[in-house]
């Protein structure tokens, strides 16, 4: 009521947010006990016509798995993951063109293209200290981000997870980017397993001395 849902411990989801499609909803909070969040539940979550109407959203702790394209498309200013979270699905969060900010406690995997297209997620992102494995095309396009901090936990990173991230806000696949400065520091002894993708579009790369021969 008054523009809030609210998601008790027991919830029965139904198909691809069928139970608030059409409602003007403006805060969402799922409560503690909540340890999923279906594929496509909130999927363009405050779109209304052609307009973005920022939506607060509040997860719990022990929530263990988002899935595939849960809010992809919608109106999130900022998200805070919690302690618990294992999984961040596919496309989770793909195309949420408001999203400034993100702030972690936990995740073991984030999904491929999960924050693909976030234009606007700005700043210094630094990842748990328990995350393992980061899907191809994760980050990619998020061309506002400036620095990011890989944990020594990271197994993987897969193909181009930070493709077009020091380009220029504007820049397309069709032409020769304006890069800036992006930089990454990874904490893994060993390094992730990829192809260096991480130093694709001019990121500079900062490792630990005493593993460095490792990265060339």
């Given at each position: 009521?008054?523009?809030?849902?609210?998601?008790?411990?027991?919830?029965?989801?139904?198909?691809?947010?069928?139970?608030?499609?059409?409602?003007?909803?403006?805060?969402?909070?799922?409560?503690?006990?909540?340890?999923?969040?279906?594929?496509?539940?909130?999927?363009?979550?405050?779109?209304?016509?052609?307009e973005c109407d920022n939506v607060?959203?509040?997860?719990?702790?022990?929530?263990?798995?988002?899935?595939?394209?849960?809010?992809?498309?919608?109106?999130?200013?900022?998200?805070?993951?919690?302690?618990?979270?294992?999984?961040?699905?596919?496309?989770?969060?793909?195309?949420?063109?408001?999203?400034?900010?993100?702030?972690?406690?936990?995740?073991?995997?984030?999904?491929?293209?999960?924050?693909?297209?976030?234009?606007?997620?700005?700043?210094?992102?630094?990842?748990p200290a328990n995350l393992e494995?980061?899907?191809?095309?994760?980050?990619?396009?998020?061309?506002?981000?400036?620095?990011?901090?890989?944990?020594?936990?990271?197994?993987?990173?897969?193909?181009?997870?930070?493709?077009?991230?020091?380009?220029?806000?504007?820049?397309?696949?069709?032409?020769?980017?304006?890069?800036?400065?992006?930089?990454?520091?990874?904490?893994?002894?060993?390094?992730?397993?990829?192809?260096?993708?991480?130093?694709?579009?001019?990121?500079?790369?900062?490792?630990?001395?005493?593993?460095?021969?490792?990265?060339?």
């Open positions: 009521e008054d523009g809030k849902l609210i998601i008790k411990k027991g919830f029965q989801w139904s198909g691809e947010h069928e139970f608030w499609y059409g409602q003007p909803i403006r805060e969402v909070e799922i409560e503690e006990g909540v340890t999923e969040i279906v594929d496509y539940a909130f999927k363009d979550l405050g779109k209304n016509g052609g607060e959203v509040n997860l719990p702790k022990g929530l263990k798995r988002i899935g595939n394209g849960a809010f992809d498309g919608s109106c999130i200013s900022s998200i805070k993951f919690k302690e618990g979270l294992e999984i961040i699905g596919a496309g989770a969060f793909s195309f949420c063109e408001a999203l400034c900010s993100i702030e972690f406690k936990s995740v073991k995997e984030i999904g491929a293209s999960a924050f693909s297209w976030c234009e606007n997620l700005s700043g210094k992102l630094v990842l494995t980061i899907g191809q095309y994760a980050f990619d396009h998020c061309v506002s981000l400036q620095h990011v901090v890989l944990p020594a936990s990271t197994k993987s990173v897969e193909f181009s997870a930070f493709g077009w991230i020091s380009c220029e806000p504007g820049s397309d696949y069709g032409q020769f980017p304006h890069v800036r400065d992006f930089r990454v520091d990874c904490y893994a002894l060993d390094p992730p397993a990829e192809d260096m993708s991480l130093l694709y579009c001019n990121a500079e790369l900062h490792v630990p001395a005493e593993s460095a021969v490792k990265y060339l």
